[in-house]
Nanobody
Framework: DVQLQASGGGLVQAGGSLRLSCQASGFRFDYAFIGWLRQAPGKEREGVSVIRTSDGYVYVADSVKGRFTISSDGASQRVYLQMNSLKPEDTAVYYC???????????????????WGQGTQVTVSS
């Protein structure tokens, strides 16, 4: 069975940092699109950052560019999201998601992902 286990959310003040972790299992980790999407109250789920594990290519939303960094560890089958300089507008439920098809053109679209972990709440206070 495919499993994506997310952890690392919490409450932090603006300007602070958090690190999210996603443990993956049950699919070919080294040939997938794995990453993070988020959903704020009243808003649609959106892509934050995704990594193409076959070559390490990274996709990053403009809203977090320069502040968030995604990385992966093939040996442990984990994907991380280091979030720095957090802003109140980063407050959302963050989801780890994976797709085993080519998501080059559709990584921002939550409907493109076939596998989901449980969400983890990130709250940034001003």
């Amino acid at each position: 069975d495919v499993q994506l286990q997310a952890s690392g959310g919490g409450l932090v003040q603006a300007g602070g940092s958090l690190r999210l972790s996603c443990q993956a299992s049950g699919f070919r980790f080294d040939y997938a699109f794995i990453g993070w999407l988020r959903q704020a109250p009243g808003k649609e789920r959106e892509g934050v950052s995704v990594i193409r594990t076959s070559d390490g290519y990274v996709y990053v939303a403009d809203s977090v560019k320069g502040r968030f960094t995604i990385s992966s560890d093939g040996a442990s089958q984990r994907v991380y999201l280091q979030m720095n300089s957090l802003k109140p507008e980063d407050t959302a439920v963050y989801y780890c998601a994976a797709g085993v098809q080519d998501l080059t053109g559709g990584w921002r679209n939550w409907r493109a992902y076939g596998y989901w972990g449980q969400g983890t709440q990130v709250t940034v206070s001003s």
